[in-house]
Nanobody, 127 residues
């Protein structure tokens, strides 16, 4: 059974930084591409960032470009989302997602390309 667990969320002030982490069990970590999405109250789930299976390819949404960085450590079975210069509008539940099989070689910003999801971690940025 596949489980994804996100951690590292919290309440911060605008301008602060947070690092989210996500681990996966039930899968060989290097066999999956990973993504981060977020969902604010009353809004649709939004792509944030994605990284391929070995970390040599990644992308981020325009809304977070220059502030957020995705990375992964396959030895530790962890994917990270470093979030700097947080803004009020970054407030959301952040989800990590896994994309196994051939999808691990490619980056996707489409939530339905991901097969497995975590429960989410809340990030609240106060202005």
């Amino acid at each position: 059974q596949v489980h994804l667990l996100e951690f590292g969320g919290g309440v911060v002030q605008a301008g602060d930084s947070l690092r989210l982490s996500c681990t996966i069990s039930g899968f060989t970590f290097r066999s999956v591409g990973m993504g981060w999405f977020r969902q604010a109250p009353g809004k649709e789930r939004e792509f944030v960032s994605a990284i391929n299976w070995n970390g040599d390819s990644a992308n981020v949404a325009d809304s977070v470009k220059g502030r957020f960085t995705i990375s992964r450590d396959n030895a530790k079975n962890l994917v990270y989302l470093q979030m700097n210069s947080l803004k009020f509008e970054d407030t959301a539940v952040y989800y990590c997602a896994a994309r196994p099989g051939a999808g691990r070689f490619q980056l996707s910003d489409q939530w339905n390309d991901y097969d497995y999801w975590g429960q989410g971690t809340q990030v609240t940025v106060s202005s």
